[in-house]
């Protein structure tokens, strides 16, 4: 190819990379297969090699990072990057909202735009002629950090701007911040490692922009939400939300939660239901920014201090709080792994009292450095379980104790051991420990096991303590006279219970080897093995070589699943369980039989002809896959009764939906969708 067609093939590339990460990261509606991406990447890179002199700093070979800094520049904001008033009651909401009608004219209609207030860092983009010339920190306001070496890394900027329009100098704010599923397995990794753990998804987006080699940033999973724009033109905009529209179309991520409401009652129904979903959002936020949406009204009022009047951010709760420790608990889980489990001084965190947080492993605890009295911080965020994160060194009195490590189990005395390299310790018991069997029984009986209706884990730890049940066959050998003898177990519940378990005998193959709670077989292992094998005696008889044919089992799941069967205990508990009627059809799943195959469904919302896991489980006997997420590769979103964000998703990003009357058409083979 000459120069000249290379050097268009060049731009070509680097126009068409620009796109679909827009495509991707902002607009989540990628148009091609991410190997397509990586081709076209690798083709732009080679050429980019070839011809050193042709690199320029927009392009997006340049997110992977470069040469470490010795040291940040210094940047003065030409607008200093101001900070918001807080509020944490209804009380002074309504009071900041009867300050800003005081300030406008009589009866001046107004809206208020309503954003999450994400818990990250504010960050500066400054781009010159739609090109990304400049990041930096708040700092103080006036003058920040240069950190454009690690801005240019994070995906969801822009190094070129999208569309028209821009004005030859725009500086756009927002925080920069890190997912917390990101968080979550960035840490996983440094426990496994050994290595420093963050505190919390803030800390953690902090260091990875406080880095003088970006190739670290690059590494670590960041995100820029936009909530403001500083525009050389004046008149571009008239209203706040009109900005974050064009930012969009522009290219830069902005906050999918926004509103524009009328008044300050919406405001607060606004909060309260943001509150009520926080834990199921994918990031962090520590409140709600309410803005007056017109832009020329925000000028009217002017700012006070060093803040706009405005705006204020309505706080959430805290999720980080201070408590003390005041003893440590071991408890033994399912498969004998005992967890070192803090008990703490009750404290309101993350809207809920807490007494109990996770240590995860004896390493945690040297990690940590923790002693019992001592002052810790516990973070309670989303879905994830409470944990100390942290020890308030500073406040350790002289009256701290060592945490004692035992080494007997604290249920059945069997010894404890830690395999060589392991962080974990484990009870040798097996089922001799009550401990055991009784987790082994509730992950039996759990919904997306045997999914026995109403034997819930309290009802499980009574009747192993009253002798009921020692394993999960004695389950199907209940009679009525001994349930309703168990307290506040009426005769109605009792035969409740005996009903469910009738039901529950029909079960299939993959639900039952799940349920059976071998190590490291999760559902879709289950699923798989339960595809590869058709029948429980195949697996049971399989080989290693046979196991590591199967998908997603690897040597270790292999040799725990020899070791299960090989265990005559086992064997004898799936005998009884069959001699007491469990059962599952043995169909081989033909690809042809398959229909369904390489698509991928999503179900939401209420149904009321079965439920969301039995139609998850007659989709996958189809070929289809589930997903938990509507995306552009959805093909289909099943939505029942009163669906909500992911049924909005699937119409923003025209999906295919159906109802429920669709969905069984399909299942029954009528619709061949
Ligand atoms: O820290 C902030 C978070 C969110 C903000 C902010 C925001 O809007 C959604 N807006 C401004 C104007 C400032 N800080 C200064």
Known sequence: MSDSSLRARLEALRKQLHEHSYRYYVLDEPSIPDVEYDRLFRELQDIEREHPEWRSDDSPTQRVGAEPLSSFSQVRHETPMLSLDNVFSEQELRDFDRRVRGRLDDGQAFHYACEPKLDGIAVSLLYVDGVLVRGATRGDGRVGEDITHNVRTVDSIPLKLQGEGWPVELEVRGEIYMPRQGFEALNMRAREEGSKTFVNPRNAAAGSLRQLDSRITASRPLEMCCYGVVASDDGLFSSHSGALAQLKRWGFLTSVELAVVDDIEACLAYYEQLLSRRDQLAYDIDGIVFKVDELALQEQLGFVSRAPRWAIAHKFPAQEEVTTLRDVEFQVGRTGAVTPVAKLEPVFVGGVTVSNATLHNL???????????????????????????????????????????????????????????????????????????????????????????????????????????????????????????????????????????????????????????????????????????????????????????????????????????????????????????????????????????????????????????????????????????????????????????????????????????????????????
């Open 363 to 673: 390493d945690e605890i040297e990690r940590l450095g923790v002693k019992l009295g001592d002052t810790v911080i516990v973070r309670r965020a989303g879905d994830v379980i409470p944990q100390v994160v942290q020890v308030v060194t500073e406040r350790r009195g002289d009256d701290v104790r060592d945490i004692v490590i035992p080494s007997c189990c604290p249920v059945c005395e069997s010894p404890l051991e830690r395999a060589p390299g392991e962080a974990v310790l484990r009870c040798t018991g097996g089922l001799v420990c009550a401990a055991q069997r009784k987790e082994g029984i509730k992950h039996f009986a759990s919904r997306k096991a045997m999914d026995i209706d109403g034997l819930g884990d309290k009802l499980v730890e009574q009747m192993v303590e009253a002798g009921l049940i020692d394993s999960v066959a004695d389950l199907f050998r209940l009679e009525q006279a001994q349930l309703s003898g168990l307290e506040r177990m009426g005769e109605k519940s009792a035969q409740n219970l005996l009903d469910a378990l009738s039901k529950a005998r029909n079960t299939t193959l993959p639900r039952f080897l799940f349920a059976l709670g071998i190590r490291e077989v999760g559902e879709a292992t289950a699923s798989n093995l339960a595809k590869h094998f058709v029948s429980l005696e195949a697996l049971m008889a399989a080989d290693e070589e046979q196991l590591l044919a199967v998908d997603d089992v690897g040597p270790i799941v292999a040799s725990h699943i020899r070791s299960f069967f090989a265990t005559d205990h086992n064997r004898e508990i799936i005998r009884q369980l069959r001699e007491q009627g469990v059962h599952w059809p043995e169909e081989r799943i033909e690809e042809g039989e398959q229909p369904m195959a390489g698509q991928t469904w999503v179900l939401t919302g209420n149904l009321e002809s079965m439920t969301r896991s039995e139609a998850k489980e007659k989709l996958q006997a189809l070929g289809a896959k589930v997903a938990g997420s509507v995306s552009a590769k959805t093909d289909c979103v099943a939505a029942g009764a009163n669906a909500g964000s992911k049924l909005k998703k699937a119409e923003e990003l025209g999906v295919k939906v159906i109802d429920e009357g669709g969905l069984l058409a399909v299942l029954s083979g009528q619709d061949k969708t």
